[in-house]
Structures are given as structure tokens and as C-alpha cells.
């Protein structure tokens, strides 16, 4: 009889089995949530997963690494935010539809959006930020004015291009569909104001978003405009920034913090609502970090060549990741050359959608999960402005202008290889050549204007700037380079007024423009009275230098505490010797230079009674002989 009973059993239980399917799926049969973040002019190093800066404290993208992929090379389909955002929104290369830069949008109406590619499939959407793909309102015209426009630019808003609902603005007003409580708002867009730091409404929105659509299937498209100008001084954040370091990179540093905070707060509500283990999370910087003079974020693309606005890696090579617990691999550091452009793809396939055959991307996951072992992309292809390039392999081309022409190996050591002295053109022309009939033909399938393209004045200067190494290396990218240990360590000396840099056999001080003096200090000395400050040093513009002490009984520095130097004006390398006429414990000391100089230290030695600290940026720099 007991077979008997359990089949009763089981056709008395297979009713409600059903119906409990049916109106709670379990999470395995729905359609995986796609979350794409994107940041803004964040560089490489900004990452803590990355490894490059000491700096960074990200715990929640570090932990999205930890839990997932981290693309080692990551790149996006443009160095600047309008056509990097066109690129990833459609999956298509945004040459292809004429978004080819800042100057060129608003992203077709005819182009397919993310969402609107999932809409077949049931998703529900939602864009969050800067959306920065719709024509720019008119000179003077009031903010209102977009919101209360029926044509125009309001048809190229999210809403029009295919998303359910939005929040649309990259700084305190936005058009919104909801309000933040998750109120549906009548007559939308309305323009909303929230006061507080970008990245907290920003981050409310979003959470707001998936408490409403827990059990949908849904894509989720949070623009960050974080590490952004204008740059900001949000608390607590930049209150746990090293004071040490340029007020600019503070300010992104507690910016990227902040967005990082909202992040973690996004995977913490996933878990909540019990879909963390059906949602798919890429998050991905729109391009490199600007940084010359009068644009630099405080963000950094160490240890990559180049910045915004060039096709060298430092400008379309930017923290990348992928997370899906439970499918994705954890822990996995990827290779192979990827692109935004495949965030597109991925969503279609995972949405069970047959593939757009106009879609440039391919779906990752297959080769993420080792379904694939081949690499996702035969070549990758750019062309912005007047440069154009190739990836293919671990070959790189890049055309400047009508004539210039860079080959370079990227096997090499990271920020060495994308430089003119290592512009292999010469010794592998036959690379070069199939490279350049690549691109050639990519670009043969784009509309005007075609390759080659004229110079451009910004583009050779970046170029003189960052490869040729020619140009005058700009102090934005020098402070860039000493706020990030690009070079050796300062060996406990910190800058004030300035920032610091080791390069060349000597300690430089890089004034930050301000009427101070700048100087470098020292704490926790125990030198025992008196004490004997010998320094190497080159300060082009002379002056007067000078050292100042606090005692183990000091409070602060005092101006009964000071001696001074005389520096020549000179190119060469000069010793100075200041004694420090005092019998007590020297336990801090501060060494000013001239404010209108750029002085260089090649050694500093404290010789007091009972030690002698000695530091040595270079054995190779001599004085001049007399």
C-alpha cells in the first residue's frame, strides 16, 4: 500500500505545487536583474582591487571584485562621456550613428537603447544620473524648460528612449518620474530638487527603483557623476582623506568613497529583497581621468599612459567589473580585452532574446564561465577626434593626424609601453600594416569623415604631453603622479603647499599655486641638540630657504625656531648646511624653499648628537664641479 499512498499524496500536492510556482517563482526560473553603473572620468588606479593607490579606499567596488570579475583590461568605446555613454547604451559602435563626440550628440531616436532592447522580454527599466544624451537646452534657458517642452529635447530623455521610469540629472535637479518615496509623479518628468551630495540621492533612487520592481525582471542604469568636476567635499568622506594629499584628490577620493558607500548600500537591499543571487551587476568607468592643467578630477589613471581625450590606455582603459553571485566565478581576474559595448549583448542573451546582429558587443558570459576559451574580440577599434585606433592581440595602432602612426607591444610593463621611444613601427612593419588594413576597413563601414583626419591642436599636445614626452608635463599630472606613489617612496617626508614627486634621482616639490611656501616635513625624529641639516638640492629660481624645528616640549612650530639659507639661483646642484642651534630632542622638522620656484632634493641629512637619519633619493646626482 505505501506506493499507493505517496502517489495519492503526490497528485493531492502536485495543485498547490503549482500554484505556489506560479505565483512566486523561484528565483533560478526568472530572468536574471541587470544593474549597470557608470562612473564619471574615474581613472584606472581609482579602485582599490586595482592595487595601484594607497590612497583609494573603495571596500564595496573591492568587494563586488571579490565576489565576482574583475576585467584586467576593461575598456570603453570613447575617452569622453557623451560618445563612451551612446556606446554602451546601444551596444554599437556610436561611430556608427554619428555620436562621435562631446559635440555630436543627442543619441537617434532610432538607435535602441538597453532598454528598449528588453522591453521584448518584460523587463522593467529605470536610468538614474547623467544621462548626457539629449540635446543641450539653450543658452540661457531656464531649467524648467526641458520638462515642460513636448518636443525637443524631452523626446530624448530616458523616457523617450525607451525607460520606464528615471531620475535624470547628474548634480541637485533632476527630472523624475517618481519622487524618492517611490510616489509615481502626475505629469511627468517634474524637475525635483535634493540638496545633499549627488551620489546620496543618486544612490535612493536607485533603491528606491528596486524595492519597487523586487519581483520584476529589471535593468537598472545608475550614471554616477562622481569623480566629476565640480569636484565637492562631502562629509564624512573627505574628513577620512589623507590631509597630506592635493585638496583636488581628497575631494575625489571622499567622492569616490561616497559613490562607493551607495554601492554597497545597492547589494546590501539586492540581499534584502532576496535577489542578490539574480542580479547581474557591471560597473564601469566612461573614460580615463583628465589630467592637464585647469581639468584634473583628482582622479588617476596610473599606471596607463595618457588621459580623457586620448585613445593611449589612460583614456579608454578604466575599472571594470562584473558580479553574479552564485554564476560568475569569484575572485576571477579576466584577461582578454573586453568593451562597454558588451554589457548590451550580455543583457540581450541572459534575457533569452535572439541576438541583434547590429550589436558590436558579444555576451561575456559564456567566456566567464569557461563555456569559451578563445578571447571575446578578435580586435577592438576607436576613432575620436583626429586619432583612431586598433587593439588586436597584444598589438596596439594608433594614428594621430594624417601622417603619425604609434605601434606598441602591450606584453610590456604597464605605463611604459603606450611611449614613443617604444613606437615599434619600424621594427615590425608587417604588424603595423595588416593592423592598419584592419582599421581601415572597420572604418570603410562608418559614416564621414573618414580616416585620415586633420590635426587637432588639444590632440598634439597630449600626445607631446604623455607619449613623445616633449611637451612640458603639466602640474596637474605631476601632482597626479606624486598624490599616487607613481615613483619611489617619499621615504616619510610629506609636502605641504605642494605636492611631491620622485623622478630623475631627486625629490621634486611641485608648488600647488598658492602664495604659501611650500615645504616638506618630517615627524617622530629623536635627534638629541644640537643638530646639523646638510641638503643636495637644485633651485632654479634661488632664495631663501630655510628649516624649522619643534622640540620634544614644543607644542607647534614657533618663530624663535627657524634657521635660514641662502640658495643660488642656479641649474646646478649645490650643498647647503644649516645648523640647528638647539641642546634639546628635535622630534619634528619643516624644510621651506622660495614659493616661486620648482626645488629639487637630491639628499637630506639630519646629524644630531646621538643618530644621524640620512635620505637618499639618488646616488647618481653629483654637485657641480666648481
Given at each position: 500500500m505505501k506506493p499507493v499512498v505517496t502517489l495519492l499524496a503526490a497528485l493531492l500536492l502536485a495543485p498547490l505545487a503549482a500554484l505556489h510556482t506560479a505565483e512566486a517563482p523561484p528565483s533560478a526560473a526568472r530572468k536574471p536583474n541587470i544593474i549597470l553603473i557608470y562612473s564619471d572620468d574615474h581613472g584606472y588606479a581609482d579602485l582599490g582591487a586595482q592595487g595601484v593607490d594607497k590612497d583609494i579606499r573603495t571596500p564595496n567596488l573591492d568587494a563586488l571584485a571579490r565576489d565576482g570579475v574583475r576585467f584586467v583590461r576593461g575598456y570603453v568605446s570613447a575617452p569622453q562621456c557623451v560618445p563612451s555613454r551612446a556606446g554602451v547604451m546601444t551596444g554599437r559602435y556610436q561611430q556608427r550613428f554619428g555620436v562621435e563626440d562631446n559635440t555630436k550628440g543627442p543619441l537617434p531616436l532610432a538607435e535602441q537603447t538597453i532598454a528598449e532592447l528588453l522591453k521584448p522580454a518584460g523587463y522593467?527599466?529605470?536610468?538614474?544620473?547623467?544621462?548626457?544624451?539629449?540635446?543641450?537646452?539653450?543658452?540661457?534657458?531656464?531649467?524648467?524648460?526641458?520638462?515642460?517642452?513636448?518636443?525637443?529635447?524631452?523626446?530624448?530623455?530616458?523616457?523617450?528612449?525607451?525607460?520606464?521610469?528615471?531620475?535624470?540629472?547628474?548634480?541637485?535637479?533632476?527630472?523624475?518620474?517618481?519622487?524618492?518615496?517611490?510616489?509615481?509623479?502626475?505629469?511627468?518628468?517634474?524637475?525635483?530638487?535634493?540638496?545633499?551630495?549627488?551620489?546620496?540621492?543618486?544612490?535612493?533612487?536607485?533603491?528606491?527603483?528596486?524595492?519597487?520592481?523586487?519581483?520584476?525582471?529589471?535593468?537598472?542604469?545608475?550614471?554616477?557623476?562622481?569623480?566629476?568636476?565640480?569636484?565637492?567635499?562631502?562629509?564624512?568622506?573627505?574628513?577620512?582623506?589623507?590631509?597630506?594629499?592635493?585638496?583636488?584628490?581628497?575631494?575625489?577620493?571622499?567622492?569616490?568613497?561616497?559613490?562607493?558607500?551607495?554601492?554597497?548600500?545597492?547589494?546590501?537591499?539586492?540581499?534584502?529583497?532576496?535577489?542578490?543571487?539574480?542580479?547581474?551587476?557591471?560597473?564601469?568607468?566612461?573614460?580615463?581621468?583628465?589630467?592637464?592643467?585647469?581639468?584634473?578630477?583628482?582622479?588617476?589613471?596610473?599606471?596607463?599612459?595618457?588621459?580623457?581625450?586620448?585613445?593611449?590606455?589612460?583614456?579608454?582603459?578604466?575599472?571594470?567589473?562584473?558580479?553574479?553571485?552564485?554564476?560568475?566565478?569569484?575572485?576571477?581576474?579576466?584577461?582578454?580585452?573586453?568593451?562597454?559595448?558588451?554589457?548590451?549583448a550580455t543583457a540581450v542573451a541572459l534575457a533569452g532574446l535572439p541576438r541583434d546582429e547590429k550589436l558590436d558587443g558579444v555576451n561575456l558570459i559564456p567566456f566567464l564561465l569557461g563555456e569559451k576559451t578563445d578571447h571575446p574580440h578578435a580586435a577592438l577599434f576607436w576613432r575620436w577626434r583626429s586619432q583612431a585606433a586598433i587593439r588586436s592581440d597584444h598589438w596596439k595602432l594608433i594614428l594621430l593626424g594624417p601622417t603619425e602612426r604609434f605601434l606598441f607591444d602591450l606584453n610590456g610593463p604597464e605605463g611604459q609601453t603606450e611611449l614613443a621611444k617604444n613606437n615599434l613601427l619600424t621594427q615590425f612593419p608587417e604588424v603595423a600594416a595588416d593592423l592598419e588594413k584592419q582599421l581601415m576597413a572597420w572604418n570603410a563601414t562608418l559614416p564621414p569623415p573618414t580616416l585620415p583626419r586633420e590635426q587637432n591642436a588639444q590632440d598634439e599636445m597630449f600626445y607631446d604631453t604623455h607619449v613623445k614626452l616633449t611637451g612640458a608635463k603639466s602640474t596637474t599630472r605631476k601632482k597626479a603622479a606624486a598624490s599616487s606613489g607613481e615613483t619611489a617612496n617619499t621615504q616619510a617626508w610629506l609636502g605641504?603647499?605642494?605636492?611631491?614627486?620622485?623622478?630623475?634621482?631627486?625629490?621634486?616639490?611641485?608648488?600647488?599655486?598658492?602664495?604659501?611656501?611650500?615645504?616638506?616635513?618630517?615627524?617622530?625624529?629623536?635627534?638629541?641638540?644640537?643638530?646639523?641639516?646638510?641638503?643636495?638640492?637644485?633651485?632654479?629660481?634661488?632664495?631663501?630657504?630655510?628649516?624649522?624645528?619643534?622640540?620634544?616640549?614644543?607644542?607647534?612650530?614657533?618663530?624663535?625656531?627657524?634657521?635660514?639659507?641662502?640658495?643660488?639661483?642656479?641649474?646646478?646642484?649645490?650643498?647647503?648646511?644649516?645648523?640647528?642651534?638647539?641642546?634639546?630632542?628635535?622630534?619634528?622638522?619643516?624644510?621651506?624653499?622660495?614659493?616661486?620656484?620648482?626645488?629639487?632634493?637630491?639628499?637630506?641629512?639630519?646629524?644630531?648628537?646621538?643618530?644621524?637619519?640620512?635620505?637618499d633619493w639618488s646616488a647618481k646626482t653629483r654637485p657641480s664641479q666648481p
Open positions: 522593467v527599466s529605470c536610468q538614474v544620473g547623467k544621462w548626457h544624451l539629449e540635446p543641450p537646452p539653450a543658452r540661457g534657458a531656464a531649467k524648467e524648460e526641458i520638462a515642460n517642452t513636448e518636443t525637443g529635447a524631452r523626446a530624448f530623455l530616458p523616457g523617450g528612449q525607451g525607460f520606464d521610469e528615471y531620475f535624470t540629472g547628474p548634480m541637485n535637479n533632476f527630472m523624475a518620474s517618481h519622487d524618492l518615496q517611490g510616489h509615481k509623479l502626475p505629469n511627468a518628468p517634474q524637475m525635483l530638487t535634493d540638496k545633499r551630495f549627488r551620489c546620496i540621492w543618486q544612490t535612493d533612487a536607485a533603491l528606491s527603483f528596486i524595492d519597487r520592481h523586487a519581483h520584476d525582471p529589471f535593468f537598472l542604469y545608475l550614471a554616477y557623476f562622481t569623480p566629476h568636476v565640480p569636484l565637492e567635499s562631502p562629509e564624512p568622506w573627505f574628513s577620512r582623506t589623507p590631509e597630506y594629499l592635493p585638496r583636488e584628490r581628497r575631494q575625489a577620493l571622499a567622492m569616490i568613497a561616497a559613490m562607493d558607500e551607495g554601492i554597497g548600500k545597492i547589494r546590501a537591499r539586492l540581499r534584502e529583497q532576496g535577489i542578490d543571487q539574480n542580479t547581474l551587476i557591471f560597473f564601469i568607468g566612461d573614460n580615463g581621468a583628465p589630467l592637464h592643467a585647469g581639468a584634473w578630477d583628482g582622479s588617476l589613471n596610473l599606471p596607463l599612459v595618457g588621459e580623457k581625450g586620448m585613445l593611449t590606455d589612460g583614456g579608454i582603459r578604466t575599472p571594470f567589473l562584473a558580479a553574479w553571485p552564485g554564476t560568475l566565478p569569484a575572485g576571477k581576474s579576466y584577461e582578454p580585452p573586453v568593451i562597454n559595448l558588451d554589457v548590451a605641504r603647499n605642494c605636492t611631491l614627486q620622485v623622478a630623475d634621482g631627486a625629490l621634486h616639490l611641485l608648488p600647488d599655486g598658492k602664495a604659501a611656501r611650500p615645504f616638506i616635513t618630517r615627524n617622530g625624529l629623536n635627534l638629541a641638540g644640537p643638530v646639523t641639516a646638510t641638503l643636495r638640492v637644485r633651485c632654479p629660481g634661488g632664495g631663501t630657504g630655510q628649516i624649522s624645528w619643534r622640540t620634544q616640549t614644543d607644542d607647534d612650530f614657533s618663530r624663535d625656531k627657524i634657521a635660514t639659507c641662502k640658495l643660488a639661483a642656479t641649474a646646478d646642484w649645490q650643498d647647503v648646511k644649516v645648523e640647528i642651534p638647539i641642546t634639546d630632542l628635535v622630534i619634528h622638522v619643516r624644510v621651506a624653499f622660495p614659493g616661486a620656484t620648482d626645488p629639487e632634493i637630491a639628499r637630506i641629512e639630519l646629524r644630531g648628537a646621538n643618530t644621524t637619519i640620512s635620505t
